[in-house]
């Protein structure tokens, strides 16, 4: 069966920092993978999904960004958070469906 | 620009009682809409609606779509503690590649009083 891991499970960061979240998808061959972020307990914003290696797009401008290095690692990154970087990041992997499977997530507080 | 609206925002009900969610939807081109669940950490997927009027059930969560009026309810009868969490309604957009993006709504929280 399929498992998704994201790592750290809480952060706190300086704003200025920089940043690196990890999401790792066993059990499955070429996924599709997404980050989201979510505020406040709401609804989800993608900030970026890849179909592949190296494939990345970017559906938010903002100072974050992914790259996709390995099959199955997802990496988000930032080289300067700021304090609205603050927020719920979820990972999360589909195949050729519609229905996406998500990671347990990613706490950051950005003081 | 695809949008997903859901009502209520938030909801307190007492155990045992019947909640409906709603979700209403804005899309380009439908594809289908996906129902989840959201307690402390990661959504759980509970349902995909492709057709209208076809009732999708699971113990006692069940849910319908409407595709000529553009919605989707989600029913919980005889509610627990354990249904109270955030339930989220999602419609894929367009696709790139194989990719198919989410669009959320904001989300109800449902919480459950003993």
């Known amino acids: 069966s399929q498992t998704i891991h994201q790592w750290p499970a809480t952060l706190v960061q300086p704003v200025g920092s920089p940043l690196s979240l990890e999401c790792t998808v066993e059990?499955?061959?070429?996924?599709?993978l997404y980050w989201y972020r979510q505020a406040a307990g709401r609804g989800l914003q993608l900030l970026f999904y890849s179909v592949g290696i190296g494939q990345i797009s970017s559906e938010v401008p903002q100072n974050l960004s992914a790259s996709r290095p390995q099959d199955r690692q997802f990496i988000l990154s930032s080289k300067k958070l700021l304090l609205s970087d603050s927020g719920f990041y979820l990972c999360?992997?589909?195949?050729?469906?519609?229905?996406?499977?998500f990671g347990p997530g990613t706490r950051l507080t950005v003081t | 620009e695809d949008k997903v609206v859901q009502s209520p925002l938030s909801l307190v009900v007492h155990e045992g009682d019947t909640v409906t969610l709603n979700c209403s939807y804005e899309v380009t081109n439908f594809r289908s809409l996906l129902w989840y669940k959201q307690e402390k950490k990661a959504p759980t997927f509970l349902f995909m609606l492709t057709s209208s009027g076809i009732e999708k059930k699971s113990g006692r969560l069940s849910s319908i779509l409407d595709k000529k009026e553009l919605f989707s309810i989600l029913n919980i009868t005889a509610t627990q503690t354990g249904d109270s969490a955030i339930y989220l309604c999602a419609v894929p957009g367009d696709a790139s590649g194989s990719a198919r993006q989410l669009t959320f709504g904001s989300g109800t929280q449902l919480t459950v009083l003993p």
């Open positions: 059990g499955t061959s070429n996924p599709n």
């Open positions: 999360a992997w589909s195949s050729n469906t519609y229905e996406q499977y």
